[in-house]
Nanobody, 123 residues
């Protein structure tokens, strides 16, 4: 019912920046919690950030102070600005969403997922 489309990934050098976008199809986007997860081969899917319909965003400790997010409900889009990137940030980044105001850092709690966008950081 809800389609999510990530964009903005690419190849950057360590210390560089990227901005990811997640566009949603639902007309009630403002009622959804939207989250970012990332996955590296051989590792479990890792929580990155979450944005409830209201309130402050939540960030994983590994990205706190480097990544900042925002949401534009008029455009049905959530953004993730990633600064001071390191090779450890290399992963496929996924957008996830579910209706409601309660967020989770567990990936299996989200009903809708995008296809992912590759972020590669070289040293």
């Amino acid at each position: 019912q809800v389609q999510l489309d990530e964009s903005g990934g690419g190849l950057v050098q360590a210390g560089g920046s990227l901005r990811l976008s997640c566009a949603a199809s639902t007309r009630t986007f403002s009622d959804y919690t939207v989250a970012w997860f990332r996955r590296t081969p051989g590792k479990e899917r890792e929580f990155v950030a979450a944005f409830r319909p209201s309130g402050n965003p939540e960030y994983a400790n590994s990205v706190k102070g480097r990544f900042t997010g925002s949401r534009d409900n008029a455009k049905n889009t959530v953004y993730l600005q990633m600064n001071k990137l390191t090779p450890e940030d290399t992963a496929v980044y996924y957008c996830a969403a579910d209706r409601g105001s309660v967020y989770s850092r567990t990936y299996d709690m989200y009903a809708y997922w995008g296809q992912g966008t590759q972020v590669t950081v070289s040293s």
